[in-house]
């Protein structure tokens, strides 16, 4: 049996590192993932998103929108991903824009199952990338100290069917008010 360098997760509910061997190439298990419809961290709020509804031909660069409730991804991630697995199934793997979040561990436990994020100087701002087996999401990611008026109209744009917005558009005011 091989021994694999350990890696660390972060469990938010209490605070500590959890050690875990590494599984050689986790990007291409094919390991059954499990998550239970509760909130990661132990609060009563309800992550904020609106998704568009599904359509046989997808339209725009968002999928919809989340406002999340702090700059902590990995936090916020625990209420986001088990309101998003009933509809898509298990999450694999988050992308995220590098200067848009604090430091993220590259994997967070979420209902005891490893989530793996990424950060990218590459990737758009104001969005993440969710990704199951058999979906990607693309959310507009509202600022956390946008005013609540102008993030739920960005989130209802966002979540518009048909809407083809660029994220700018979404997150600017023009367009919010027409």
Known sequence: MAIWPTSSLVNFDTGRE????????VSSATTSLN????TGTGTSEPPRFELKDPTPTPTGQVDGAWWPRSRHLARE????????VGRFGPVERVGYHLGDWDETPRRVAVDGVA???????????????????????TLLVVPVDEAPEHARAAMAAAARPGNADTVADLLSATTLSS
Not at 18 to 25: G, H, Q, T
Not at 77 to 84: E, F, G, K, T, V
């Open 35 to 38: 998550h239970h419809p509760t």
């Open 115 to 137: 989530v793996s994020t990424g950060g990218y100087d590459h990737q758009r701002t104001c969005t993440v990338d969710i990704l199951t087996r058999k979906h990607r999401l």
């Open 77 to 84: 991630l625990l209420n986001l991903i088990p309101a998003l």
């Open 18 to 25: 959890i050690a875990r061997e590494r599984e050689p190439d």
